[in-house]
């Protein structure tokens, strides 16, 4: 019986990636409680669906984009561990970087989502980015399903390992 409670835990969480990414802001909004608390760690944390949408808000936004490729997932109990590859578009500037994330699920809605990065990781992003606008044969989709495996191909594979 727990099996299926984690299983639900980690849907919610990958319905939720799924969602920001497919520029679904207020299905990923949804998936907040009330009272959510969402920090990047390093930066301010925001408390409550109202203040957290703004940011799901702002990158559905036509000009701005998120896409997502999760690596690896675990959870144990109401805990959804992520470690992902997350991309930030501005307009034709995709960066891509890596996160850590935790996600706390409960009665089907997540009540604390908290990631980690590296601000040198991003960095090597943008200018991974910047120079994909400058030789466009370089670059790479993001080929990211919230549902099955992807690899991003460029600039070097990574598999992704999502747990069913």
């Not at 990047?40 to 109202?50: E, H, I, K, P, W």
């Not at 099955?148 to 747990?163: Q, R």
Request: hydrophobic letters at 50%; glycine letters at 8%.
């Amino acid at each position: 019986m727990t099996d299926v409670v984690v299983q639900d835990e980690q849907a919610t969480v990958l319905a939720f990636l799924a969602d920001m990414q497919d520029g679904r802001a207020e299905e990923a909004v949804a998936a907040f409680d009330e009272d959510v608390v969402y920090t990047n760690v390093g930066l301010a944390t925001l408390r409550g669906r109202n203040h957290a949408g703004r940011v799901i808000r702002l990158l559905a936004q036509p000009a701005l984009g998120f896409g997502v490729e999760v690596t690896s997932i675990a959870s144990d109990g109401a805990l959804v561990l992520t470690e992902r590859i997350d991309e930030l578009r501005v307009g034709p500037l995709r960066v891509r970087f890596w996160v850590c994330g935790r996600f706390d699920v409960q009665d089907g809605r997540i009540v604390l989502w908290r990631d980690y990065f590296d601000n040198v990781d991003i960095a090597k992003g943008v200018v991974r980015g910047v120079l994909a606008l400058a030789i466009p044969a370089a670059a790479g989709t993001m080929l990211v399903t919230a549902a099955a495996p992807a690899t991003l191909p460029w600039p070097w594979p990574v598999t992704s390992l999502i747990a069913h």
